[in-house]
């Protein structure tokens, strides 16, 4: 793989907790500024994923993105929000990053 399909992965996951975040904030203060942030970032995710798809197939990186998010916004909600997480619900985030890292093998 090409280091900017990493690139461009990272910046997925990076904008798409951007946007997790700026819509809690959005839902906690009902300021449309981070709602509209939130609604950029995930645009600008989208346009990412639009250029992976150049190294990846659409399967894969359908379920790279989701998968990133998933720990992504765990992560945010508890750092951040300090919003609780369960035993089991942390065994579930491990498997969805093991899967994660899966899928990026060949």
């Known amino acids: 793989m090409n280091w ?3 690139l461009y992965v990272l910046l ?6 951007l946007a997790m975040i700026l819509g809690k904030l959005w839902f906690l203060h009902k300021n ?3 709602l509209l ?3 950029l970032s995930l645009g600008i995710a989208a346009v990412f994923f639009a250029f992976t798809l150049k ?3 659409l399967v894969i990186m359908n379920w790279l993105w989701i998968g990133l998010s998933a720990i992504s916004g765990t992560l945010a909600g508890f750092l951040i929000f300090k919003e ?5 619900q942390i065994v579930g985030i ?12 060949k």
């Open 4 to 6: 900017i399909y990493f």
């Open 12 to 17: 997925i996951g990076l904008l798409d907790a």
């Open 32 to 34: 449309i500024f981070y």
């Open 37 to 39: 942030g939130a609604f």
């Open 55 to 57: 190294y990846q197939n």
């Open 84 to 88: 609780s997480v369960s035993s089991l």
């Open 94 to 105: 491990l498997i969805v990053a093991v899967g994660v890292i899966l899928l990026n093998l």
